[in-house]
């Protein structure tokens, strides 16, 4: 189960901000969804359902992000943003163990919890594990957001639909500022499509490409360093693409390696 981040963002005296009381409403209620999912599931053998309810693990992740920086203004390959991606993952990482607490209180700990790392730390725990960061490709789509944790591949799609006819899709976040500053046009929309990025486009405002980043336009490294940030809060694993250019060597792609 993933949550879409970018329904979190709220407008307040001081600007955009994120919602984290919404958000922890959310979590609470996605995990007790999650943990009642274990118990209703057809496992396809029994061994598959004896070891899924002995220890209870869930995956509850986040998408949508990329399209909550745009909303927030903060381009991905920069500090605000491994900042604030490590705050809601922590956040979700520990409000997801507390609300594992709760059902351990009304429902009793997973069967496997003596023995378990939350047995030593005295906490007793629904769910062996809670967080993990899926790629959520498909409900993404269903949700009209961002896939997990990664920026958009291009700000606009241009899809071939029936009878040859083509449907330009632009990211909702960018039609709307770029209808604000008056730079919106359908040619403009088509020209992106292309390319899927905005930089070098002189006609769009600079602080405008900085924000509206794509995949291609972020250095490796800002990739690693976001799928860093997640990672120190998580109990499972996290789906992260590393995208390079074409021309990129064996040592460019040892470098992320290392870095990683």
Not at 36 to 43: A, K
Not at 133 to 138: D, E, F, H, L, R
Not at 238 to 259: E, G, H, P
Request: proline residues 3%; aromatic residues 10%.
């Amino acid at each position: 189960g993933s949550i879409n981040l970018s329904r979190f963002v709220k407008d307040s005296f001081e600007g955009r901000a994120f919602d984290f009381e919404s958000f922890r409403e959310v979590i609470h209620l996605a995990t007790r969804f999650l943990d009642n999912v274990i118990d209703i599931n057809r496992y396809p053998i029994p061994e598959i359902g004896e070891i899924s309810r002995g220890n209870r693990k869930i995956g509850l992740g986040v998408m949508g992000f990329a399209d909550m920086l745009y909303s927030l203004g903060i381009p991905y390959n920069s500090e605000e943003a491994v900042k604030i991606g490590e705050e809601i993952m922590a956040f979700l990482n520990e409000e997801s163990h507390k609300a594992s607490e709760k059902l351990a209180e009304e429902k009793g700990t997973f069967p496997n919890w003596k023995g378990s790392v939350w047995q030593k730390q005295k906490r007793p725990m629904r769910n062996a594990c809670t967080t993990t960061v899926a790629p959520t490709g498909t409900i993404s789509i269903i949700a009209d957001c961002s896939g997990g944790i990664e920026p958009l591949f291009s700000l606009v799609f241009i899809r071939n639909v029936l009878n040859g006819k083509q449907l330009v899709e632009v990211n909702r976040s960018f039609e709307s500022v770029a209808g604000d500053k008056g730079f919106y046009s359908k040619a403009l929309m088509e020209q992106i499509g292309q390319s899927g990025s905005i930089q070098g486009i002189e006609n769009i405002p600079e602080d405008i490409r900085r924000v509206f980043v794509t995949a291609h336009d972020i250095a490796p490294e800002w990739h690693i360093r976001m799928q860093g940030a997640f990672q120190k809060h998580c109990d499972a694993s996290i789906s992260k693409t590393i995208n390079f250019v074409s021309q990129s060597t064996v040592d460019d792609v040892r470098k992320i390696y290392l870095l990683a």
